[in-house]
């Protein structure tokens, strides 16, 4: 499970690249804001669920059906865990910044900005793990 989480990993990373990158260049070309990341995250997931269905799970099942399951625990996935994670930071934010003191002096834990950005961190971390075992034991299950 361990090779198949790095591999996962590394699919998230292409993903990445490839749904940010279209999203960069269809701007450059001077295409709309909206359209523009439409295009570019909908290429991103393709690429994701064709990756992921080869390399990382080497899922030999019907394709159709399987792609239906991935845009569901894509969307749930992302739902869940970026509502729990401006969650889940303030509860710990409020616990640890006692004993992290000298962190939270760097950072202005009034600021909204600054908070949002860590939650998506956070967010997107969760999202991950989530996302990963939600493709492994219902996307690309093994029959």
Do not use: C
Not at 119 to 140: I, K, N, Q
């Amino acid at each position: 499970m361990f090779k198949q989480g790095l591999r996962y990993l590394s699919v998230g990373v292409i993903n990445t690249l490839v749904g940010t990158g279209t999203m960069l260049i269809l701007l450059a070309m001077g295409l709309s804001y909206w359209p523009a990341t439409a295009l570019g995250f909908s290429l991103g997931v393709l690429t994701s669920f064709i990756l992921n269905r080869a390399f990382t799970f080497s899922y030999q099942g019907e394709t159709h059906a399987a792609f239906i399951r991935f845009l569901l625990v894509t969307l749930v996935g992302y739902l869940v865990a970026f509502s729990l994670a401006p969650l889940l930071l303030s509860a710990l934010w409020s616990r640890l910044s006692p004993s992290f003191s000298f962190v939270i002096l760097a950072v202005d834990t009034n600021d909204t900005q600054v908070f949002h950005m860590i939650s998506a961190l956070v967010g997107t971390v969760l999202y991950t793990g989530m996302t990963f075992v939600g493709h492994r034991v219902w996307t690309f299950k093994k029959t």
